[in-house]
């Protein structure tokens, strides 16, 4: 079936791809060992281990400036959106909470002039529509749409980058894909899709 949209480039939310597995099985320690870790902007070996695997919302955002021509590291991009509350890191632990909606929406309309609003109650059925309006919709869906065919445990909590969709079909780039078939332009039955998805997220367009 045919769906219209942007080539839109890919980026996982690590350096290296093939990352996604290691941390899948070992946790974020594993990324210790990611060679291309300072592409990300990080400081310090310990700023991109503990931030990477928060950085899905920011690997989309840094996929749509890309689709216009702008390349960011996805930490100096994590950076700037802390900025407006977007993360709000625990200072006693160092877990990060995030990525808040609203902030976000803020930051990156103040900062790349991109329009965008926050999407809820959203039945999957409508957002080929919201692509009408807008090029982009990251998405909040379960972790495990990498593996389309297992039932997720819940719904949300890891956010992809829907670039297009059809009446029967969506299309979209999964930040943390474990293979190349689960990673850029992943295409899902709508009912599919549906079984992950929060019905929330973000439009954004140009």
């Not at 899905?56 to 900025?83: D, F, N, Q, V, Y």
């Not at 929406?105 to 409508?126: D, S």
Request: hydrophobic letters at 45%; one cysteine or more.
């Amino acid at each position: 079936m045919k769906m219209p949209g942007l080539t839109v480039p890919y980026f996982t939310q690590w350096e290296t791809p093939a990352m996604t597995l290691p941390v899948l099985v070992d946790g974020p320690p594993a990324l210790q060992h990611d060679p291309l870790w300072r592409n990300s902007g990080a400081k310090t070996i310990e700023e991109y281990v503990r931030g990477a695997g928060n950085l899905c919302g920011m690997a989309c955002l840094k996929m749509i400036l890309a689709a216009r021509g702008e390349l960011h590291p996805t930490l100096s991009l994590a950076r700037a959106c802390t900025t407006y509350g977007s993360y709000v890191v625990n200072e006693l632990d160092a877990s990060i909470k995030g990525l808040i909606y609203a902030p976000f929406v803020t930051f990156i309309t103040e900062r790349f002039g991109l329009e965008a609003e926050v999407m809820t109650n959203v039945e999957t059925v409508a957002i080929p529509e919201f692509l009408s309006r807008r090029q982009f919709f990251m998405a909040s869906v379960h972790h495990s749409i990498r593996w389309p065919e297992q039932e997720p445990a819940s719904k949300g909590g890891h956010l992809v980058l829907v670039t297009a969709a059809s009446s029967e079909a969506i299309r979209f780039h999964n930040p943390s894909g474990h293979d190349e078939a689960s990673q850029a332009s992943v295409t899902l039955s709508l009912v599919s899709f549906e079984r992950f998805f929060a019905n929330r997220g973000v439009a954004i367009g140009f």
